[in-house]
Each structure stands twice: as C-alpha cells, then as structure tokens.
C-alpha cells in the first residue's frame, strides 16, 4: 500500500506519465508481463523510464530479462486521467475517438445505448499488449522491492502462496 501511495505521488508530480509497479521476479514466468527499466528519472531515484514492456515471453526471452533486472508487472497503474487517456490515445486512438464520441452522451438518455453499441462494435483492447508495450516515454516504472507478490490466476499459484505461508493445500 506504500508502494501505491509513492507511485500516486510520482504520478502527481509527472503528470505526463503513468507509474507502472513492478516487482523483481523469484523465477522467470513466461506466463507474465515484464517491465524491462531503462535510465532513472531525474531528481526521483525510485522511477524509472521503461525501455520494454513484455507481455508474456518466450520462456528464453523471461529467463533472458529476468536475469537483467526486468520486473514482473503488477498491472497495478497510477496516473492522472489525462496522462492515462493521452496514453490511450497514443496507443489505441480508434477506441478514444470513439470513447470520445460518448463523452458528450453521458448523463443522458442516449448514454446506455451508446455505451452498449460501443461494447458490441469496438474490438478489445489490451492494457498489458496494446497500450503499456507502446506506450514509450508516457510510462514509467516503480520497482517494489522485499514484497512476496504473485498473480494469483492460477489454482497452482495460489497453492504456492499458501505453503510459503505454512498452510496445507486446500
């Protein structure tokens, strides 16, 4: 919760950027996203510009960037609304023209409606693939370090967690 808190401040402070956290990984897992850090920002020795954002690696490719440093992405993302809708719309500009379009719809009678045909007609996008991995300069990253971290997706994950922390399997 610090950690969230610092990443809030930074994101306060450069209001251009959004803070990715990240957390140094205990095993390279292809299954995850990585944040590969590039050069500290000035004045801020905890942020960090991202050089690479990976989305779930080649299993080589995770060994490879774990072994240089890169972290595991939390998705845990701070930033104001306009640094997260600039970085929108510099990744995936079709879906914040069309969310623009629904701006001047909300809080009327159209509002549901235009909402429902955005879902229907929009294709998905991804935070992790489409928007953090081209993101560039608009994304930074804060590394938070001595936390036991996982992404709990999986049943086998959650096992790992619960022995690590004297529980039997459930």
Do not use: N
Not at 30 to 58: D, H, M, N, S, W
Not at 88 to 93: A, D, N, V
Request: proline share 8%.
């Amino acid at each position: 919760l610090a950690a969230v808190h610092a990443a809030r401040r930074l994101a306060a402070r450069f209001r251009e950027l959004v803070v990715l956290l990240g957390v140094p990984p205990t095993e390279p897992d292809p299954e995850l996203g990585y944040i590969v850090l590039g050069p500290q920002i000035t004045g801020t020795p905890e942020l960090r510009q991202v050089e690479a954002f990976i989305e779930k690696p080649e299993p080589a490719r995770a060994r490879e960037i774990s072994r240089a440093g890169a972290l595991w992405s939390t998705m845990v993302a701070c930033g104001t609304a306009t640094a997260l809708w600039e970085l929108g719309r510099s990744t995936s500009p079709y879906l914040l023209g069309v969310l623009d379009a629904l701006v001047p719809l909300i809080g009327t009678e159209e509002e549901d409606e235009a909402i429902d045909y955005i879902y229907r007609a929009t294709r998905p996008v991804s935070f992790a693939r489409d928007v953090c991995e081209r993101g560039g300069a608009r994304v930074a990253a804060m590394a938070i370090p001595d936390i036991d971290w996982s992404d709990l997706g999986r049943a086998d994950r959650v096992e790992r967690v619960r022995a690590r922390h004297g529980h039997a399997p459930a």
